[in-house]
């Protein structure tokens, strides 16, 4: 059942009678809604009344003027406005541009700027890879949208994308400092997009693709990677990957299982269930199903798309068909990433026994919560206010963390599973309720950041060692 929350907090600014019981009368006028009352404050404080602030959770904006109503109907209670606490966080924007160095006098301006500016782009005209030292490209990150698949919320474009952006800007200097910025284009073309970002990567040490829908994310993603010389990650695809797949170590460790031993089925096969399968690969676990809402892909199923092609050859050993209910019999660990309320009770049932229910879909899962926990073993979702959420917030930051501090050209499916294993090993002695550390954890993007970077320095010892050797070969 939800619980009204802060996604849709109001704060109602009332004047009531002055009473001893005014602050009580007002705080079961709400509660009798089914709002949560946060904050009680009095602003004004006259003869004969009082003007107070009471500031709400609600479910949703329906909701919220429901609890409107139930303070406005108090017997000589007047309602003066009543203000969206999340519209108010946003007004203006949620990130700014500030300087790193005082500008106090012509000195500092004649270093920062001209003349002597002209010297440092000189240098780097003279050597390019000067820029990742002498400029932002040093710790900066481009977060890039078409607005094609906004949260959970669909196609609604750039200007539309912009809070959810601003938002994962914030969250990458929060949790590790870098400075990162919403890249909103205005077009849904796939040349388009490649070309723009591809013209102003130089200004930046790594490109977060954000929100592009599937199947134009994968194309976009791999073709910029064949072209920069930075690294691109698509956060809806490996983001979600490196979490699952840190979050699923620990889980397997509670229930005592080995991925090599278990039938694993993944539902939704977009830009995430795809990203989650191929990295799921490096387990080699018993078998893995997907299933889209055609129901399991297998090879001899029609229409599959490249994607899908992919997927089927390297999925469902058996060539099973069938629909989800068909998939879960036997199956010892289901992870969804697709649409809400897909099964219950009874096809739980029909897993093996101590299974593992990760249930992404936010904000609603693809099983209640409350009904998978009386089935599985372990069970976790995408949401903060049940145990165990799967939060990409957990692995971006240190991801771009690791990546910027070894001036990484590329990321690999090693750097990846590195940043797996370390989210996984914060958390050292894991249970049902406790298989993922908190995204509030200070531990978590410093061991993700030196996993990442520990990694990109075995790319790059591999890569000198591989170049070396081809290099004797063609002296000889």
Not at 46 to 69: G, R, Y
Not at 307 to 335: E, M, Q, R, S, Y
Request: charged share 20%; with cysteine.
């Amino acid at each position: 059942m939800p619980v009204p929350g802060p996604g849709y907090a109001i704060t109602a600014r009332v004047e009531v009678p002055a009473s001893a019981s005014a602050a009580g009368e007002l705080t079961m006028a709400v509660g009798r809604v089914g709002g949560v009352v946060t904050a009680f404050d009095v602003v004004e404080a006259h003869t004969a009344t009082l003007v107070v602030d009471i500031s709400c959770n609600a479910l949703n904006e329906a909701h919220a003027s429901e609890i409107t109503a139930a303070l406005e109907s108090l017997p000589g209670v007047t309602v003066r406005k009543v203000s969206d606490r999340t519209f108010l966080l946003h007004l203006g924007g949620k990130i700014e541009v500030t300087s790193k160095v005082s500008l106090r006098n012509r000195d500092d301006l004649s270093r920062a700027y001209t003349p002597g500016v002209a010297r440092v782009c000189q240098a780097i005209a003279a050597n390019p890879e000067d820029a990742r030292r002498l400029t932002i490209k040093r710790n900066t990150v481009a977060v890039v949208t078409d607005g094609s698949a906004v949260l959970g919320l669909g196609n609604l474009g750039a200007a539309a994308a912009m809070p959810v952006m601003e938002g994962k800007a914030a969250l990458f200097k929060r949790f590790a400092n870098v400075d990162a910025w919403p890249v909103c284009l205005d077009t849904q073309d796939t040349e388009e997009i490649i070309r723009t970002v591809q013209i102003l990567a130089p200004g930046y040490g790594g490109i977060n693709l954000e929100d592009i829908a599937a199947p134009r994310c994968f194309e976009i993603e791999a073709r910029l990677r064949e072209m920069l010389d930075i690294p691109v990650f698509h956060d809806d695809q490996h983001g979600t990957a490196v979490v699952v797949l840190g979050a699923l170590r620990n889980a397997l460790r509670v229930v005592g299982k080995d991925m090599s031993d278990c039938r694993i089925v993944v539902c939704g096969v977009g830009a995430a269930g795809s990203a989650i399968i191929r990295l799921l690969r490096s387990g080699k676990p018993g078998d893995v199903l997907a299933v889209d809402i055609d129901g399991i892909v297998h090879k001899a199923r029609p229409g599959l798309d490249a994607n899908l092609t992919w997927i089927a050859d390297h999925t469902n050993t058996d060539g099973v068909a069938g629909t989800l209910a068909d998939a879960l019999v036997g199956a010892d660990v289901f992870i969804g990433v697709s649409a809400p309320n897909l099964f219950g009770a009874d096809e739980l049932a029909t897993m093996a026994s101590d299974s593992i229910v990760f249930a992404l879909a936010n904000p609603d899962p693809e099983v209640d919560p409350a009904v998978a926990a009386q089935h599985a073993a372990v069970v976790a979702t995408g949401r903060s206010d049940y145990p165990n959420q799967i939060n990409n917030v957990l692995a971006f930051p240190g991801v771009f963390r690791g990546l910027l501090d070894a001036q990484a050209r590329d990321i690999t499916d090693e750097m990846l599973l590195a940043a797996a294993a370390a989210i996984a090993d914060v958390v050292p002695e894991p249970n049902a309720s406790f298989i993922v550390p908190s995204v509030f954890d200070n531990a978590v993007a410093p061991a993700v950041a030196e996993a990442v970077r520990s990694a990109a320095a075995r790319s790059k010892a591999a890569a000198a060692v591989g170049a070396a050797t081809v290099g004797a070969a063609t002296a000889v």
